[in-house]
């Protein structure tokens, strides 16, 4: 179905900037497990993030900042196992680089040795530049990640949209600016105003992808169980729904519940 599925070239940071020269769009999508990521890879996904959305989305807390290193690195695991073409990005969690740039590049560096990902996301700006730095130093790839960043909940007490005040808008935009200036290859805009993102994409050389930012910028991401209708308790303005997972699979289940107490299932030709 899709029409770039047709190279099957493993991509890299490198062909992602390729991408964004040329204007063509970057699609990520979030995984967090082998069988899905495979799926997700078949289809031509450019980057997989193995996201600390794993903490709401497959461990069922509030926040994402319950998840561990350890637990990243095993999501981590899983998916590379399935991916043979996209770029597997993983995210560093909640306390595991704020602390000191010592801490943050231990943490990343046990993700690339143990996971074999690709590359890892950290959230924030200026007040983690020189995390980011040591982390770059030592050749691993940084994706930035500005605006909503659900690690600061606490800080914002809310989810909604960031930036929209000049002042917020421009500390962004410097931030965005010295992201790339340091060497980070792709940055990430959550929930923030389109018009906004659209001016980071268009004065920075590096890779925009977006998730409530508009179409202005230079690729899109998404959490998979959201766009895929697994999780429908959460439906933001800047979620488009491909599928309702959670009916079929209801259904599925519901029909096989029905077939074992109906002793219908298994039948003559289903056992030994
Ligand atoms: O953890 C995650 O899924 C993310 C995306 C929302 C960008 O960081």
Redesign the pocket.
Known sequence: MSTYTEDRRKVTTHRLTEMKQRGEKIAML?AYDYSMARLIDEAGMDVI?V???ASNVMAGNMT?LPITLDQMIYHAKSVIKGVKRALVVC?LPFGSYQGNSKEALASAIRIMKESHAEAV?MEGGSEIRESIERVLCAGIPVMG?LGLTPQSINKFGTYAVRAKEEAEAQKLIEDAKMLEQIGCFAL?L?KIPAALATKVAQEISIPVIG?GAGGGVDGQ?L?MHDMLGINKGFSPRFLRRYADLSTIINDAVAHYIDDVKTRDFPNDKEQY
Request: aromatic share 0%; no cysteine.
């Open positions: 979030t993030l996201g600390d959305s994402t995210d996301k990640h990430v959550e998730i991401v959490v």
